[in-house]
Every structure is written in structure tokens, then in C-alpha cells.
């Protein structure tokens, strides 16, 4: 006879009552946290959001009353009750709590506290295999990757064993509640001891399904399986603010012409030239580009706002002067300018015989050693304005560094 089973519901049990002595530290590993959460609290979560009121009940430490109350978020459907000495006791206890709340489900996950990273879709895969056999136990497992081998108790290999068909248990692992309970409540009159609960299910001879697991439904273990879960949740969540140094590049550009003349400014360096620049003050188009890139650190508009020609304190002024109120803004804005790279793009004069002359001329207005100021140049290939020898371009950049992170 067909016998259609009546419809599956779910309750969730997390054992949550042992002692955490390998990942040592402080309090009980289900109470640590990690981002800023416990372990507990994300494990229940993690079930919460998957659905809106099924029941969960946590078991845990009699020790740990507080503590749990602590650090989880309660309603209404989250129930609480007291473990025992071994895993398998504490999961008979919750699987008997469970077993007796008015609205009792049809199945049970049981699912380790410790094993907050669960996924939804595992969630999912483990409920869609109970809904289709509803009498076969289910169990995520990853297939074994590296070669096995045994060992006697001086490290000598016995064997190596064939890794084919082999798996690693992990939980939630999804059974028809009465049944489970009553094959726990069988293991713990016989004394037995297993390592998980679907084995107790293959020791009465019921089937028992693996689907595939999740590499990262880890099991915190160890006191380094908190620092790899801390990163594990910086790098699935970019929309957590991660803190990073406040490093700014500011970026500057400026163009003068050429006209007629004897001598150019460049970077504050003068070069005998047959042409000159044509522009406000010395039209040192280096400094200026370069004054730019520090405004730009610190997003303050640019040369134009702050050295008005109209402005008698900067009529004439050499433009050095400009750099040097531009670094002052930025330290007075908290910033430590690092580096400073400028680029030319002119036919004429050749810069590489006064690079060092110019570097050594920014190194001086703004305090830096040489080895941070970068200076260059290219042609441009005769193309254009500056093909033509009719101006000079210069772009720039500088990087300042602020306190404290963003
Ligand atoms: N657990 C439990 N009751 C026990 C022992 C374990 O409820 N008597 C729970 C743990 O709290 C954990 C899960 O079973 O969520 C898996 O066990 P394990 O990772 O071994 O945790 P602990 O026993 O706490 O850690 P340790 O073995 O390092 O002491
Ligand atoms: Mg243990």
C-alpha cells in the first residue's frame, strides 16, 4: 500500500551545550563573536531567516543560562533547554523537548551551534530531500579530497585507505522526528556512543541520503577556525565597512603658453629657452599642476579659487609660494603629502638634463626627500599645440596620507 505521508514540517534543534575545549579562550565558543555577532546567535539566525516560525530549540550548558540568554534574539518559537555530558545526550534532550511542544513537527535538523555558516541553499537541498523521502535520513557531506591514510600510534602508515565513496559528515542532518528520537532514546539506554546522529539512524537499518555539503559550513574547532571565520565573513559581506587607511591621490593638470622669450620656469628650476611661458606669475606650469594635485587631496577646488590674480597676496607671486600654501592646507586638513609625480608634455626644452634640478627644487618647497619626487616628461609627437611648440602641458599627481582609516 502507497502510503502518503501527511505534510512535512520542521523543527530545529541545535546542540549548543559542550565545552569548547579545543578552541579554548574565555567563554564557550558558542558565545564568542565573531564580527560582531556570537556563534549561537548567527547558527539561530541562520534558521530564522530560512523560515519565518518553525521551532527551534537550543540546548545547552546548565553553566550557561546567562550566557545564552546573553547572546541571542529571541521569540516566541525559540526554545530553550539543558544538555548533557556528551553530544548524543544533549541532542536526546532536545529532540525530547521538541517531541513535546504542542505544535511538534513531522522532522528535526539537527544542526552543531558551532556551525554558523551553513548556506540557505543547503538548508533548502536538505529540506527538498526529506519532502521527497520523507523516511530516508539526510546528511550534507563533502567527498573526500585527499588521499587517507592510517597510521599506527608511532606515525608508521598501516595503510592506505581507498578514498572512493568516502565522505565528511556534516550537519544539518534532517530525520523524521519520532523516529530519531526513538533511535537516540535506544542508543542512550545501550550506552552507545556514535559520532553523529545519522549513524544512529544506519545502526537501526533506516536509509539514510547524503547531499553535497559546503566547504564553508565549517565546524569551529580550534581557536584559528574563529580568525579564518573573521576573515570567511569580511570577504562574503564587501557591504561590511572594512576599515582601510585614508591614502588620497590628488590629481592636477595645467597648460601656458609659449611666446617669444630667453628663459622658462619649470618645477621652480629657470632653463635658458627660446621661448617663455605666458601667464600669471612665473607660469611655472609644473608647480601649478602640481599645486592642483595637493588641493585635490583634500577636495579643495583648485589654483584658480585660491590664487586669484586679483588677490594682492598672490599678484606676482612665484608659484612656489602656491605649492607651499596648497601643503599647508593639506597638513592643517590632517594629511601628510608622501609622494608627488609630475609629467610634461613638451617638445621643447628637453627635461631629463634638469630632472634632478627640478626634483631637488619641489623636494625643497615641500619638505620631502628627493627620492619621493618623481619628474618626467614627453613629447607629443609634434601633434597639436604642443607639437607646435605653441605650450607646454604638465599633469600630477600627489599622495597624502590622513590619520585614522575610512
Ligand atoms: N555539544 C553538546 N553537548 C555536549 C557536547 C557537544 O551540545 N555534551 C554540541 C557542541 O556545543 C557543538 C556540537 O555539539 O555545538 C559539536 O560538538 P563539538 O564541536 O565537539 O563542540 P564541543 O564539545 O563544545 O567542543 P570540544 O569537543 O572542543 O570541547
Ligand atoms: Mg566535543
Not at 609629467?343 to 627635461?351: D, G, T, W, Y
Amino acid at each position: 500500500m502507497h502510503h502518503q505521508q501527511s505534510k512535512v514540517t520542521f523543527g530545529i534543534v541545535i546542540p549548543a551545550a559542550g565545552r569548547g575545549t579545543r578552541a579554548g579562550q574565555g567563554c564557550q565558543k558558542a558565545y564568542r563573536r565573531i564580527s560582531g555577532d556570537t556563534v549561537i546567535n548567527r547558527t539561530v539566525k541562520l534558521f530564522r531567516s530560512w523560515n519565518a516560525n518553525c521551532p527551534i530549540v537550543i540546548v545547552h550548558h546548565a553553566d550557561d543560562t546567562a550566557l545564552l540568554e546573553a547572546s541571542i534574539d529571541r521569540d516566541s518559537s525559540i526554545h530553550t533547554t539543558a544538555g548533557g555530558a556528551e553530544r548524543g545526550e544533549s541532542v536526546l534532550k532536545g529532540l525530547r523537548f521538541l517531541s513535546t511542544l504542542q505544535d511538534a513537527p513531522s522532522h528535526v535538523f539537527i544542526h552543531d551551534a558551532a556551525r554558523p555558516f551553513a548556506s540557505h541553499q543547503l538548508l533548502d537541498s536538505v529540506s527538498k530531500s526529506i519532502q521527497q523521502e520523507p523516511s530516508v535520513g539526510v546528511i550534507p557531506g563533502l567527498a573526500v579530497a585527499d588521499t587517507l591514510k592510517k597510521a599506527d600510534s608511532n606515525g608508521l602508515i598501516i595503510a592506505t585507505v581507498p578514498r572512493d565513496g568516502l565522505f565528511r559528515a556534516q550537519t544539518p542532518q534532517g530525520f523524521e522526528l519520532k523516529v530519531i528520537l526513538e533511535a537516540h532514546e535506544k542508543a542512550a539506554a545501550a550506552g552507545m556512543n556514535y559520532t553523529d546522529d545519522a549513524a544512529l539512524f544506519e545502526e537501526l537499518g533506516f536509509p539514510v541520503r547524503i547531499v553535497p555539503g559546503e566547504s564553508e559550513n565549517t565546524k569551529l574547532t580550534y581557536s584559528s577556525d574563529f580568525e579564518e571565520a573573521e576573515r570567511f565573513l569580511q570577504t562574503k559581506r564587501p557591504s561590511t565597512k572594512t576599515p582601510v587607511p585614508d591614502v588620497r591621490v590628488g590629481h592636477g593638470y595645467d597648460t601656458h603658453r609659449l611666446v617669444p622669450g630667453e628663459e622658462i620656469t619649470l618645477c621652480g628650476v629657470k632653463i635658458p629657452h627660446k621661448a617663455t611661458l605666458l601667464g600669471h606669475s612665473d607660469a611655472d606650469v609644473g608647480l601649478h599642476a602640481l599645486t592642483n594635485a595637493f588641493l585635490g587631496t583634500i577636495a579643495a577646488a583648485d589654483i584658480g579659487f585660491h590664487f586669484s590674480d586679483k588677490d594682492p597676496r598672490w599678484r606676482g607671486a612665484s608659484s612656489d609660494k602656491f605649492l607651499q600654501h596648497a601643503a599647508k592646507l593639506v597638513a592643517e586638513a590632517g594629511g601628510t603629502i608622501t609622494h608627488c609625480d609630475v609629467s610634461f608634455v613638451c617638445e621643447l626644452p628637453r627635461i631629463s638634463p634638469h630632472r634632478d634640478a627640478m626634483r631637488d627644487s619641489v623636494a625643497r618647497i615641500v619638505g620631502l626627500d628627493r627620492s619621493r619626487i618623481s619628474v618626467k616628461a614627453g613629447t607629443n609627437e609634434r601633434n597639436g599645440f604642443v607639437g607646435r611648440e605653441e605650450g607646454i602641458v604638465a599633469l600630477a599627481t600627489a599622495t597624502a596620507v590622513f590619520p585614522g582609516s575610512v
